[in-house]
């Protein structure tokens, strides 16, 4: 815990102008995010007793090491810049409004020669037009086949477009009335372009127009006796009422205008949207969020308006933003949002009537997210801080292990010895963390040097980022490295607790590891699987968790992950070495060769038995190329003979090239199963299949 005394800044180095600060902690990672009127007034907050911080506050001044600033001209400017580091950096201090799920919109991509209309989602794209976002895609479609009986628009993809005019047949919805059939001729692009902008009109709130010009149409078509005529002019027109109905008119015909509301406790915020446009609830969405810095309504409102508009231009952001209360600076987030549309914006607080109705229903929809997301969430939670406390109370340790490393070493027969390292914050896994090895200081089975081996490195690498950043040695703060973006580096934070999989040899050399470099603030443990004992380091007995501890759970997660990870790294490992044959150290000799000395010998033992001359007759095979191979085999020490686990049987080589002397592997003479070693060399049953991971590894050079 650092005291914020030792990095305030000196009388008079704060200029007393708009910017943007940010505070770092001790690694140089950026951990808070703020702008302000004035630095110099905003910063001196920050440095008063901590007596009289909020908790939040005073929690992050501790954890931070440094602080620094960048002057700007304008509010507006610090409002932008402060928006952009928060998205860069992604402070842990500062509110984010993280949404969980990507909405749909309804699409029309005019920027095509013939438009279509369909759903999307992510990022949105230049020269399409965007209504909504919907709650569901579902409820896209339903509207859009309603709409194509008037409208009827191409909604089909770009390869189906190509066959139908390829063939010069419309897809069935050219033949039943609901495409235009541009594929094939039948409108002209500009016919079919302006079809689609007529589409994009009524789904902007123009309704009243289209519905009054079928009526005149019906009409006479019915006073000229074309019944047929009529009465599907009719059903267009019922149809338009329908799709009409699924939005229903809250405001007036020519409203435009976001609503936001929010739910808060103490520890959490639920924002709820609803997008309204041409009078209609055309969209909602929401989300909750933690609140990890020490903030009022009017800061969420804000935080909430940065996120929602941040990337945002033109018709996206609507002319009306209703807020339930303002920011502190309305008129430079106002004037922000006046830019991003390029027209004026209004910021306000409903005050009566309809809209203040509607935010009502719009506060009524986040207080029920809110209660929602507590009721999902509570148990999860409790659970992670009932265990991290239970771990910190068995183990003996100063405060709860945030940061949890798991160390697990894998091998088959002692060939492929490969490591893992997985990481888990705050009870859950970071994946984007977890590391993998190959260990390089000798060759064969020694689990407990290989453990010695991964800690050590992986520690060295923790002092060399501690050296770069000037955090031991003189004290002095180190000159500002441009590659340094406040972004996390690799093996850059040290975890509060070490967990090895094995027991007490394993213990023992990872903490003589970390005694060998001189860390001493890294509590150790080892969890051995036999009877799922904890060990602790110099301790003859070790620690028993009850079996029904939340704490032993997590670390029984813990070290089941890293096992798994291991696995699957050094099954990838052995896969790519039993793919190579002898054969492949022959220079010259192709594919095609030696698929030609299989076949012709019937299996590489054979093959091996052969002489010169034999393997001249091959076709293809000159004198040079045989001598060659003779000698490749030569080097190579026999495979051991496969085994049929299921009669028991010795098998002769097969077709495939055999692997250079691999060590045959352990087999369960009452199951059949091929068992593979782990750490503490107990051998596991093989996994049956291969299961596949999204973790982000990096192997350790």
């Given at each position: 815990?650092?005291?914020?005394?030792?990095?305030?800044?000196?009388?008079?180095?704060?200029?007393?102008?708009?910017?943007?600060?940010?505070?770092?902690?001790?690694?140089?990672?950026?951990?808070?995010?703020?702008?302000?009127?004035?630095?110099?007034?905003?910063?001196?907050?920050?440095?008063?007793?901590?007596?009289?911080?909020?908790?939040?506050?005073?929690?992050?001044?501790?954890?931070?090491?440094?602080?620094?600033?960048?002057?700007?001209?304008?509010?507006?400017?610090?409002?932008?810049?402060?928006?952009?580091?928060?998205?860069?950096?992604?402070?842990?201090?500062?509110?984010?409004?993280?949404?969980?799920?990507?909405?749909?919109?309804l699409a029309v991509t005019m920027n095509e020669e013939f438009p279509r209309v369909q759903v999307m989602r992510g990022h949105k794209k230049k020269g399409v037009r965007y209504f909504g976002p919907y709650a569901h895609a579902w409820a896209i479609r339903e509207t859009v086949d309603l709409m194509l009986r008037v409208f009827p628009v191409r909604t089909c993809s770009a390869g189906v477009f190509r066959n139908a005019a390829s063939a010069g047949r419309p897809c069935l919805l050219g033949y039943i009335?609901?495409?235009?059939?541009?594929?094939?001729?039948?409108?002209?692009?500009?016919?079919?372009?302006?079809?689609?902008?007529?589409f994009s009109d009524f789904m902007a709130g123009r309704t009243g127009t289209y519905i009054r010009r079928l009526e005149k149409q019906m009409t006479i078509a019915a006073e000229d006796m074309e019944y047929e005529k009529a009465a599907r002019l009719r059903d267009d027109i019922a149809a338009l009422r329908r799709a009409m109905e699924k939005n229903a008119v809250v405001l007036a015909d020519a409203t435009d205008a976001d609503l936001i509301a929010l739910a808060e406790d103490e520890l959490e915020a639920?924002?709820?949207?609803?997008?309204?446009?041409?009078?209609?609830?055309?969209?909602?969405?929401?989300?909750?969020?933690?609140?990890?810095?020490?903030?009022?309504?009017?800061?969420?409102?804000?935080?909430?308006?940065?996120?929602?508009?941040?990337?945002?231009?033109?018709?996206?952001?609507?002319?009306?933003?209703?807020?339930?209360?303002?920011?502190?600076?309305?008129?430079?987030?106002?004037?922000?949002?006046?830019?991003?549309?390029?027209?004026?914006?209004?910021?306000?607080?409903?005050?009566?009537?309809?809209?203040?109705?509607?935010?009502?229903?719009?506060?009524?929809?986040?207080?029920?997210?809110?209660?929602?997301?507590?009721?999902?969430?509570?148990?999860?939670?409790?659970?992670?801080?009932?265990?991290?406390?239970?771990?910190?109370?068995?183990?003996?340790?100063?405060?709860?292990?945030?940061?949890?490393?798991?160390?697990?070493?894998?091998?088959?027969?002692?060939?492929?010895?490969?490591?893992?390292?997985?990481?888990?914050?705050?009870?859950?896994?970071?994946?984007?963390?977890?590391?993998?090895?190959?260990?390089?200081?000798?060759?064969?089975?020694?689990?407990?040097?290989?453990?010695?081996?991964?800690?050590?490195?992986?520690?060295?690498?923790?002092?060399?980022?501690?050296?770069?950043?000037?955090?031991?040695?003189?004290?002095?703060?180190?000159?500002?490295?441009?590659?340094?973006?406040?972004?996390?580096?690799?093996?850059?934070?040290?975890?509060?607790?070490?967990?090895?999989?094995?027991?007490?040899?394993?213990?023992?050399?990872?903490?003589?590891?970390?005694?060998?470099?001189?860390?001493?603030?890294?509590?150790?443990?080892?969890?051995?699987?036999?009877?799922?004992?904890?060990?602790?380091?110099?301790?003859?007995?070790?620690?028993?968790?009850?079996?029904?501890?939340?704490?032993?759970?997590?670390?029984?997660?813990?070290?089941?992950?890293?096992?798994?990870?291991?696995?699957?790294?050094?099954?990838?490992?052995?896969?790519?070495?039993?793919?190579?044959?002898?054969?492949?150290?022959?220079?010259?000799?192709?594919?095609?060769?030696?698929?030609?000395?299989?076949?012709?010998?019937?299996?590489?033992?054979?093959?091996?038995?052969?002489?010169?001359?034999?393997?001249?007759?091959?076709?293809?095979?000159?004198?040079?190329?045989?001598?060659?191979?003779?000698?490749?085999?030569?080097?190579?020490?026999?495979?051991?003979?496969?085994?049929?686990?299921?009669?028991?049987?010795?098998?002769?080589?097969?077709?495939?090239?055999?692997?250079?002397?691999?060590?045959?592997?352990?087999?369960?003479?009452?199951?059949?199963?091929?068992?593979?070693?782990?750490?503490?060399?107990?051998?596991?049953?093989?996994?049956?299949?291969?299961?596949?991971?999204?973790?982000?590894?990096?192997?350790?050079?």
């Amino acid at each position: 815990m650092a005291d914020p005394s030792s990095y305030r800044p000196k009388p008079g180095q704060i200029p007393d102008s708009p910017g943007v600060y940010k505070f770092r902690d001790e690694h140089r990672r950026v951990i808070y995010v703020g702008k302000a009127k004035s630095l110099r007034q905003r910063l001196a907050n920050y440095f008063q007793p901590l007596t009289s911080l909020h908790p939040r506050t005073a929690t992050m001044v501790t954890t931070a090491a440094s602080v620094e600033w960048t002057v700007v001209s304008t509010e507006v400017e610090a409002l932008q810049l402060e928006y952009s580091w928060i998205k860069e950096f992604d402070p842990r201090f500062n509110v984010k409004y993280r949404d969980d799920k990507s909405y749909p919109y309804l699409a029309v991509t005019m920027n095509e020669e013939f438009p279509r209309v369909q759903v999307m989602r992510g990022h949105k794209k230049k020269g399409v037009r965007y209504f909504g976002p919907y709650a569901h895609a579902w409820a896209i479609r339903e509207t859009v086949d309603l709409m194509l009986r008037v409208f009827p628009v191409r909604t089909c993809s770009a390869g189906v477009f190509r066959n139908a005019a390829s063939a010069g047949r419309p897809c069935l919805l050219g033949y039943i009335g609901k495409c235009s059939a541009p594929c094939v001729g039948r409108v002209s692009p500009e016919e079919h372009r302006e079809l689609a902008e007529e589409f994009s009109d009524f789904m902007a709130g123009r309704t009243g127009t289209y519905i009054r010009r079928l009526e005149k149409q019906m009409t006479i078509a019915a006073e000229d006796m074309e019944y047929e005529k009529a009465a599907r002019l009719r059903d267009d027109i019922a149809a338009l009422r329908r799709a009409m109905e699924k939005n229903a008119v809250v405001l007036a015909d020519a409203t435009d205008a976001d609503l936001i509301a929010l739910a808060e406790d103490e520890l959490e915020a639920a924002v709820q949207i609803f997008h309204v446009r041409g009078g209609r609830v055309r969209g909602q969405r929401g989300w909750v969020t933690d609140k990890v810095e020490a903030v009022d309504t009017a800061g969420l409102v804000e935080h909430a308006l940065q996120q929602l508009y941040g990337e945002e231009s033109g018709e996206a952001v609507p002319k009306e933003v209703l807020v339930p209360a303002l920011p502190e600076d309305a008129d430079a987030v106002s004037s922000w949002l006046s830019g991003r549309r390029g027209s004026l914006v209004s910021l306000r607080v409903p005050q009566r009537g309809d809209k203040k109705a509607l935010m009502e229903t719009v506060a009524r929809n986040a207080q029920q997210g809110l209660v929602l997301h507590k009721t999902k969430r509570a148990s999860d939670l409790t659970t992670r801080s009932r265990a991290l406390e239970e771990i910190a109370e068995a183990l003996d340790l100063d405060s709860a292990p945030l940061r949890i490393e798991c160390f697990d070493v894998s091998h088959l027969q002692g060939e492929d010895v490969v490591a893992s390292m997985v990481v888990f914050e705050d009870g859950l896994p970071r994946k984007s963390e977890y590391r993998r090895f190959q260990i390089k200081g000798f060759e064969g089975q020694d689990d407990v040097r290989s453990m010695h081996e991964v800690i050590g490195r992986r520690f060295k690498r923790y002092l060399a980022e501690k050296e770069r950043t000037g955090e031991w040695g003189d004290g002095e703060v180190p000159a500002e490295d441009p590659e340094d973006d406040g972004r996390p580096k690799r093996f850059a934070y040290p975890p509060q607790l070490v967990v090895v999989d094995g027991g007490q040899p394993q213990v023992a050399a990872a903490q003589r590891a970390l005694d060998e470099l001189g860390i001493d603030d890294v509590a150790v443990c080892g969890l051995a699987k036999r009877l799922e004992e904890v060990w602790l380091p110099g301790d003859d007995d070790p620690v028993v968790l009850p079996r029904s501890s939340e704490g032993l759970y997590l670390l029984q997660r813990v070290r089941d992950t890293a096992h798994d990870f291991a696995i699957r790294y050094q099954r990838s490992k052995r896969t790519k070495r039993l793919r190579t044959g002898p054969l492949d150290a022959v220079p010259g000799l192709g594919e095609t060769r030696k698929q030609a000395l299989i076949k012709h010998f019937g299996s590489v033992k054979r093959l091996r038995q052969a002489t010169i001359e034999q393997i001249c007759e091959v076709p293809g095979m000159g004198r040079k190329t045989a001598e060659a191979v003779v000698v490749a085999l030569a080097r190579t020490a026999p495979a051991a003979p496969a085994v049929n686990t299921a009669t028991g049987e010795i098998m002769e080589d097969d077709a495939v090239p055999a692997p250079a002397a691999p060590a045959a592997p352990a087999v369960n003479t009452a199951t059949g199963e091929i068992m593979e070693d782990d750490a503490d060399g107990t051998a596991r049953p093989r996994a049956n299949g291969t299961t596949s991971t999204t973790e982000k590894t990096e192997q350790d050079t």
